[in-house]
């Protein structure tokens, strides 16, 4: 299986700092990564997909970048909407595989 | 509008069967893979499994060591998740998702306990 390491695990900020949520393949995946951010209480919602493409009506201050197996989530201006929890996903290879989550919290 | 609806969680005693269903509308669900993802309570998302558009393709975490099994009835807008020899670990909310279009059912709870 492809491991995804993703880090923080937890992450403390303020309203307008810029953030940055690191994943990590254990081995090549090419753009192959999707973004997810879930609020407590609800399904999970894709905000970029593959590495570095927004999908439609996500707001402009999230961004990814990366290929191979260095990703990067970044939040440009925290807004208060955006505390919440990230997720990575790899879809290169079967089984498809999730990293570990970062929490967002105010701080 | 689009509807991905999961049903059949439960209690559910260790070592035995359980079936998931998942109903879908507002989009043919024979275009698209799907798949299952679940979450335990407090925890992260975890990839359970994935069935091919026609069903003749699927792929399951390593973790489940052959205990689930995924299939679909495109006919009647349906898949399934399997659950065999069921273990505590393998309490969560399970989530129905097509994740080509990122459309996610509100997830049906599974709790494994004597």
């Known amino acids: 299986d492809i491991q995804m390491t993703q880090s923080p695990s937890s992450l403390s900020a303020s309203v307008g700092d810029r953030v940055t949520i690191t994943c990590r393949a254990s081995?090549?995946?090419?753009?192959?990564l999707t973004w997810y951010q879930q609020k407590p209480g609800r399904a999970p919602k894709r905000l970029i997909s593959p590495a570095s493409t927004l999908q439609s009506g996500v707001p402009s201050r999230f961004s990814g970048s990366g290929s191979g197996t260095d990703f990067t989530l970044t939040i440009s201006s925290l807004q208060p909407e955006d505390f919440a929890t990230y997720y990575c996903l790899q879809y290169n290879t079967h089984p498809f595989t999730f990293g570990q989550g970062t929490k967002l919290e105010i701080k | 509008q689009v509807q991905v609806v999961e049903s059949g969680g439960g209690v559910v005693q260790p070592g035995r069967s359980l079936r998931l269903s998942c109903a879908v509308s507002g989009f043919i669900l024979s275009d698209y893979r799907m798949f299952w993802v679940r979450q335990a309570p407090g925890k992260g998302l975890e990839w359970v499994a994935v069935?091919?558009?026609?069903?003749?393709?699927?792929y399951y975490a390593d973790s489940l060591k052959g205990r689930f099994a995924v299939s679909r009835d495109n006919s009647k807008n349906t898949i399934y998740l399997h659950m065999n020899s069921v273990r505590p670990e393998d309490t969560a909310l399970y989530y129905c998702?097509?994740?080509?279009?990122?459309?996610w059912g509100q997830g049906t709870l599974v709790t494994v306990s004597s």
């Open positions: 998702v097509n994740g080509d279009r990122d459309y």
């Open positions: 081995q090549g995946i090419r753009d192959d």
């Open positions: 069935t091919s558009s026609d069903g003749t393709q699927e």
